[in-house]
């Protein structure tokens, strides 16, 4: 009986409460009317609670008969209270739209303290969509850093710390990229791998990095794609070109997808140049990264990428001014013939991902890169060299009032490269306390056919250069054995390299101290080895980073290491064609030592970061670099090093927005080892150190962002780089003998956007703008101070058998409009 008493008197409470409970539901969105998931709604003061689905959808039962608070909450947007008083059983729709909230944070500043302790730098890859720029938007910001120096605003390529083109290493989802080999000029060169729009992570390092990273000397960009959590895209448009991406995700979230299309064609560019003629330039890729989960622990990727890139000119004339104040000359070229050039490149790769547990992460890679690359020009240049009157009163001033040099030149090239490269590698990382361990081995197979035949001929005023011996005299001067006729210049290659690479690293990350922030040290090794040239090298490398518990938020740095790189084909060829098949890795030790400081200034969070640095570089392989193209000295050799210092600050100059100052000094030399050059006395003298072609002293950028107080729809951007003068020498000459420099670079890039589309903006239900989330129109002036750049020469020589260096200019002022559109 007390049992049945105790049931019935618990079925009565339940009834009861039944009869007092109600039930509120609704949708929650944001201010466009887009459905939010997981936003929080509760009842304030009480426990329990739910979240909305992926439509934004919730339903909740609350108590009845007494006055409530729902409280509807979500990260980054207005929190809403809606106070309501319900009857039992009775059903209330809450319908809201929240507001994007902006909360000044307190002087605390969040940092990955992890990237922090290493020479890696990460930055923000959504300025690559504001920044101006006549080429691709995240190669523009890497010429913006510290240590990293370009004098091409039409090339995506970029030197750092006294490297060249040819010693930065570039990862996309922990894929290596290659760079087109026959290239020679920035307008050739078209779109660089790296897509901006697809991009979520970039890092990246101007020296001292860990031995996870491969066998290059200078530099390396580490940039992850994104892992898109909800559908999205993108769409921009201008003078230059234009682009499209996709993301989004499908099967419960299981399957991602990311694509993009990109075309340029810098024709717009390329007519201001003063070689005029018809330009058609047009250059496209599509890439694609899709992703699917098989289980918690285990998934796969798969990258793809085709990039077509062509480009054909028929030149008709140019005319530059050259020469002094006193005596200014003019080269007057007029051109028959075209050029023609095609690279078709592919490259995909499939990533598994396999995770046993939180800390262990095992990766199988697996990527091909396949490069079809053809050169084909005849180019007849017949050029002119005349005195210009420089005198303001005559009346004959800026005409060529004297000729003093003729002659022509004819170009040709039918040159193919087919070049393959694939390779499978494992990485694997584990956190074992407060440690981080990480490993790598890596096979890769290289296949590369090259058939070159190139050649310059020059006919100067009559006579063939290099001149054939005179047979003045000889009564039968057509069978004379010694009467050759040379070409200036002849590169003959038919080669064909079939070689593999072996390549294996471990490092570990120990925090030594309880907290793993104050002290951090990485100590790595990697080896490699390749069969082509039988050549096994071993690479330690470290950091040490120390944050002293000072009040001022400091941390030092400093980095030491072996930096091997294996020859690629590229340095394997001589200047004139020939192959050096014993070629072996070039060499540079790296000591960096750094410091990071944040503080606030104006109230506002500022960095300034300091790197002092000096690489010892042996058995160095000479080269010379023509506009983007590097010719290498492969069977000299040389030692030399490069010191420099580097400075940047950055932050929020203007409140919101991060703008930063970079500043740098360099000086890089190589002596080349049996090179020797004759004194007054005709004795053979070592020339010592000479400058490296990249040797350049002093170089300054800024990137500054900035908008309208009261209105911030109104936005600017403005890109300055400033690079001190480049070694330069002229052709077929001793490497001493390039010792002359270059103007230096001076550019500045403004660019002025107006939001259309943005947070202000409210649309009907039925309008089709309703689907934007942003739309901004942007006003481009590339070149704003109009300087007149020199990329390289062309070398001419005159009736006096003087040689003059003629300066190639890169682009003038030009206006870009852009259109870009997120949804």
């Given at each position: 009986?007390?049992?049945?008493?105790?049931?019935?008197?618990?079925?009565?409470?339940?009834?009861?409460?039944?009869?007092?409970?109600?039930?509120?539901?609704?949708?929650?969105?944001?201010?466009?009317?887009?459905?939010?998931?997981?936003?929080?709604?509760?009842?304030?003061?009480?426990?329990?609670?739910?979240?909305?689905?992926?439509?934004?959808?919730?339903?909740?039962?609350?108590?009845?008969?007494?006055?409530?608070?729902?409280?509807?909450?979500?990260?980054?947007?207005?929190?809403?209270?809606?106070?309501?008083?319900?009857?039992?059983?009775?059903?209330?729709?809450?319908?809201?739209?929240?507001?994007?909230?902006?909360?000044?944070?307190?002087?605390?500043?969040?940092?990955?303290?992890?990237?922090?302790?290493?020479?890696?730098?990460?930055?923000?890859?959504?300025?690559?969509?504001?920044?101006?720029?006549?080429?691709?938007?995240?190669?523009?910001?890497?010429?913006?850093?510290?240590?990293?120096?370009?004098?091409?605003?039409?090339?995506?390529?970029?030197?750092?710390?006294?490297?060249?083109?040819?010693?930065?290493?570039?990862?996309?989802?922990?894929?290596?990229?290659y760079r087109p080999f026959l290239i020679r000029s920035g307008q050739q060169e078209g779109l660089s791998f790296v897509n901006s729009d697809l991009v979520s992570s970039l890092l990246f390092s101007a020296g001292g990095f860990d031995a996870k990273y491969g066998d290059k000397m200078s530099s390396v960009l580490d940039l992850q794609y994104k892992k898109p959590t909800e559908f999205a895209g993108s769409a921009s448009i201008s003078l230059l070109g234009g682009s499209f991406h996709l993301e989004g995700t499908a099967a419960k979230r299981k399957f991602t997808y990311l694509m993009g299309v990109r075309h340029k064609t810098n024709q717009y560019l390329l007519n201001a140049l003063e070689t005029?003629?018809?330009?058609?330039?047009?250059?496209?890729?599509?890439?694609?990264?899709?992703?699917?989960?098989?289980?918690?622990?285990?998934?796969?990727?798969?990258?793809?990428?085709?990039?077509?890139?062509?480009?054909?000119?028929?030149?008709?004339?140019?005319?530059?001014?050259?020469?002094?104040?006193?005596?200014?000359?003019?080269?007057?070229?007029?051109?028959?013939?075209?050029?023609?050039?095609?690279?078709?490149?592919?490259?995909?790769?499939?990533?598994?991902?396999?995770?046993?547990?939180?800390?262990?992460?095992?990766?199988?890679?697996?990527?091909?890169?396949?490069?079809?690359?053809?050169?084909?020009?005849?180019?007849?240049?017949?050029?002119?060299?005349?005195?210009?009157?420089?005198?303001?009163?005559?009346?004959?001033?800026?005409?060529?009032?004297?000729?003093?040099?003729?002659?022509?030149?004819?170009?040709?090239?039918?040159?193919?490269?087919?070049?393959?490269?694939?390779?499978?590698?494992?990485?694997?990382?584990?956190?074992?306390?407060?440690?981080?361990?990480?490993?790598?081995?890596?096979?890769?197979?290289?296949?590369?056919?090259?058939?070159?035949?190139?050649?310059?001929?020059?006919?100067?005023?009559?006579?063939?250069?290099?001149?054939?011996?005179?047979?003045?005299?000889?009564?039968?001067?057509?069978?004379?054995?010694?009467?050759?006729?040379?070409?200036?210049?002849?590169?003959?290659?038919?080669?064909?390299?079939?070689?593999?690479?072996?390549?294996?690293?471990?490092?570990?990350?120990?925090?030594?101290?309880?907290?793993?922030?104050?002290?951090?040290?990485?100590?790595?090794?990697?080896?490699?080895?390749?069969?082509?040239?039988?050549?096994?090298?071993?690479?330690?490398?470290?950091?040490?980073?120390?944050?002293?518990?000072?009040?001022?938020?400091?941390?030092?740095?400093?980095?030491?290491?072996?930096?091997?790189?294996?020859?690629?084909?590229?340095?394997?060829?001589?200047?004139?064609?020939?192959?050096?098949?014993?070629?072996?890795?070039?060499?540079?030790?790296?000591?960096?030592?750094?410091s990071d400081w944040n503080f606030l200034a104006w109230g506002r969070p500022f960095k300034f970061v300091s790197e002092v640095y000096y690489k010892y570089l042996d058995n160095l392989i000479p080269y010379v670099v023509d506009n983007v193209q590097i010719r290498y000295y492969a069977f000299d050799k040389s030692h030399g090093y490069a010191a420099g210092i580097d400075f940047k600050v950055n932050g929020e100059f203007v409140r919101g927005v991060e703008s930063w100052a970079s500043l740098s000094f360099l000086k890089t030399a190589e002596n080349v080892y049996g090179d020797y050059k004759l004194d007054a006395q005709g004795n053979q003298v070592d020339p010592g150190y000479i400058p490296r072609?990249?040797?350049?002293?002093?170089?300054?950028?800024?990137?500054?962002?900035?908008?309208?107080?009261?209105?911030?729809?109104?936005?600017?951007?403005?890109?300055?780089?400033?690079?001190?003068?480049?070694?330069?020498?002229?052709?077929?000459?001793?490497?001493?003998?390039?010792?002359?420099?270059?103007?230096?670079?001076?550019?500045?890039?403004?660019?002025?956007?107006?939001?259309?589309?943005?947070?202000?903006?409210?649309?009907?239900?039925?309008?089709?703008?309703?689907?934007?989330?942003?739309?901004?129109?942007?006003?481009?002036?590339?070149?704003?101070?109009?300087?007149?750049?020199?990329?390289?020469?062309?070398?001419?020589?005159?009736?006096?058998?003087?040689?003059?260096?003629?300066?190639?200019?890169?682009?003038?002022?030009?206006?870009?409009?852009?259109?870009?559109?997120?949804?």
């Open positions: 009986m007390r049992f049945s008493f105790l049931l019935v008197l618990m079925a009565s409470f339940q009834l009861l409460f039944a009869q007092e409970k109600a039930t509120v539901f609704g949708t929650i969105t944001d201010e466009k009317g887009k459905p939010l998931e997981l936003v929080n709604v509760a009842i304030a003061g009480l426990p329990g609670g739910t979240v909305t689905d992926r439509k934004g959808n919730f339903e909740m039962e609350v108590p009845a008969n007494r006055d409530i608070f729902v409280a509807i909450s979500f990260v980054g947007f207005e929190k809403v209270v809606e106070p309501v008083t319900l009857t039992p059983g009775e059903r209330f729709e809450i319908n809201k739209s929240l507001k994007l909230s902006y909360t000044e944070l307190p002087q605390v500043e969040i940092q990955d303290e992890q990237v922090r302790s290493t020479n890696l730098v990460r930055i923000d890859p959504k300025i690559a969509f504001t920044i101006p720029t006549a080429s691709d938007g995240i190669p523009t910001l890497l010429k913006t850093l510290p240590g990293v120096s370009s004098s091409n605003e039409l090339s995506s390529q970029y030197s750092v710390r006294g490297g060249n083109f040819d010693e930065n290493l570039v990862y996309v989802n922990d894929i290596e990229i005029k003629g018809d330009y058609k330039p047009s250059f496209t890729d599509v890439q694609a990264l899709l992703g699917y989960e098989i289980s918690p622990q285990l998934e796969v990727s798969v990258l793809a990428n085709v990039a077509q890139n062509k480009y054909k000119l028929v030149p008709e004339s140019r005319e530059t001014d050259f020469g002094t104040v006193q005596q200014v000359r003019r080269l007057t070229v007029y051109f028959d013939g075209q050029e023609v050039d095609n690279y078709l490149t592919y490259l995909g790769g499939v990533t598994l991902t396999y995770k046993p547990n939180r800390k262990t992460r095992l990766k199988l890679i697996a990527s091909g890169y396949n490069s079809i690359e053809s050169e084909t020009y005849d180019v007849i240049g017949q050029y002119y060299i005349g005195l210009i009157d420089n005198n303001i009163s005559s009346e004959n001033f800026g005409d060529v009032v004297e000729s003093q040099g003729v002659g022509t030149f004819m170009n040709h090239a039918r040159n193919n490269m087919d070049i393959k490269v694939y390779n499978i590698s494992h990485k694997g990382t584990k956190e074992i306390g407060n440690q981080l361990l990480q490993w790598g081995a890596k096979f890769q197979n290289e296949r590369i056919d090259d058939q070159m035949n190139e050649w310059v001929l020059i006919d100067s005023a009559g006579y063939s250069i290099p001149r054939p011996p005179d047979s003045v005299g000889y009564t039968n001067p057509g069978v004379q054995p010694n009467n050759p006729f040379d070409l200036y210049e002849l590169i003959r290659t038919n080669a064909y390299i079939n070689s593999n690479r072996y390549t294996a690293f471990i490092q570990n990350t120990w925090g030594l101290d309880p907290d793993s922030t104050k002290v951090t040290f990485t100590a790595g090794i990697r080896a490699n080895y390749w069969d082509y040239n039988k050549q096994v090298v071993v690479s330690p490398r470290a950091t040490v980073s120390f944050k002293p518990e000072w009040e001022r938020d400091v941390l030092f740095r400093f980095s030491a290491g072996m930096y091997y790189q294996p020859p690629f084909y590229r340095e394997l060829k001589n200047i004139d064609g020939r192959l050096n098949y014993n070629q072996k890795a070039q060499t540079s030790v790296h000591l960096v030592a750094g072609p990249t040797d350049q002293r002093v170089s300054f950028s800024i990137f500054f962002q900035d908008y309208l107080p009261k209105n911030p729809t109104y936005k600017m951007s403005l890109t300055l780089i400033f690079g001190s003068s480049l070694p330069f020498g002229p052709p077929q000459s001793p490497i001493y003998k390039h010792d002359k420099r270059m103007p230096p670079y001076r550019r500045v890039d403004i660019g002025f956007s107006k939001e259309i589309i943005g947070e202000h903006t409210r649309f009907s239900p039925k309008n089709p703008f309703r689907v934007f989330n942003t739309l901004w129109i942007t006003l481009e002036v590339l070149n704003l101070l109009q300087v007149n750049n020199t990329v390289s020469y062309v070398w001419v020589t005159d009736i006096y058998g003087t040689e003059w260096a003629v300066p190639n200019y890169l682009t003038p002022r030009q206006l870009n409009i852009k259109l870009i559109a997120k949804f």
